[in-house]
């Protein structure tokens, strides 16, 4: 089983700043997912890749495969973006199976 | 597209009582997953589906847990004689897969247990 680590657990920065935010996992996978969940519950999908680096406005997916390491970065930080940040990757690694997730980081931005 | 629908979105019920919950996945998303998520933790997975086969159980779902997709399209996950400890949010996904690829999840809402 493929297990996760995210880094840091909780962050708290001002708005404006650049956001890093890491994962770590085990077991050689085909893609990772990067989530996003705001208070209430609902999960929301950011990113799902698989080498590189994608982006999508103020956010970007760096992975390292050989690594076995992803960053998630956010420029120029909005109190909207305050959520819980969540890395998750396949169970045992293939792409056709369910996900082991991360605990997540809670990231707050004040204004 | 509607996206993910679950039902109910609470769930309150007695120790031992038996709960039903319902995923509606997107239309044309072939997999459906089910997964708990517990306060201040990630989601954990519970079990898949690939049209209507279940290909894969986690050892969290213990016998008292069975999950169905009959005709391919929604599912249900259902919990007997339920217990505190099975308290949480119940979070179901989809996604279009094919082989080992796959498309990102979509997720529903979720459903919250709480066992009293």
């Known amino acids: 089983k493929n297990e996760v680590e995210q880094s840091p657990q909780n962050l708290t920065a001002q708005e404006g700043e650049f956001i890093t935010i890491n994962c770590s996992y085990s077991v050689g996978i085909s893609a990772l997912h990067w989530l996003q969940q705001h208070p209430g519950g609902g999960i929301v999908s950011l990113f799902m890749l698989s080498s590189g680096k994608k982006k999508h406005g103020r956010l970007i997916a760096t992975i390292n495969i050989q690594e076995k390491h992803s960053s998630l970065h956010i420029t120029a930080s909005h109190p909207r973006d305050s959520a819980v940040y969540i890395c998750a990757v396949p169970y045992s690694g293939g792409g056709a199976d369910g996900l082991t997730f991360g605990k997540g980081t809670h990231l707050i931005i004040q204004p | ?116």
Not at chain 2, 25 to 49: A, C, D
Not at chain 2, 61 to 84: V, Y
Request: glycine letters at 8%; one cysteine or more.
């Open chain 2, 1 to 116: 597209d509607t996206g993910v629908s679950q039902d109910p979105r609470h769930k309150i019920t007695k120790r031992g009582q038996n709960v039903t919950f319902r995923c509606d996945p997107i239309s044309e998303h072939n997999r459906l997953y089910w997964y708990r998520q517990t306060l201040g933790q990630g989601p954990e997975f519970l079990t898949y589906f690939q049209n209507e086969a279940q290909l894969e159980k986690s050892r969290l779902l213990s016998d008292r847990f069975s999950a169905e997709r009959p005709k391919g399209s929604f599912s249900t996950l259902e919990i007997q004689r339920t217990e505190q400890g099975d308290s949480a949010m119940y979070l179901c996904a989809s996604s279009l897969g094919s082989g080992s690829q796959d498309s990102p999840l979509h997720f529903g809402n979720g459903t919250r247990l709480t066992v009293t």
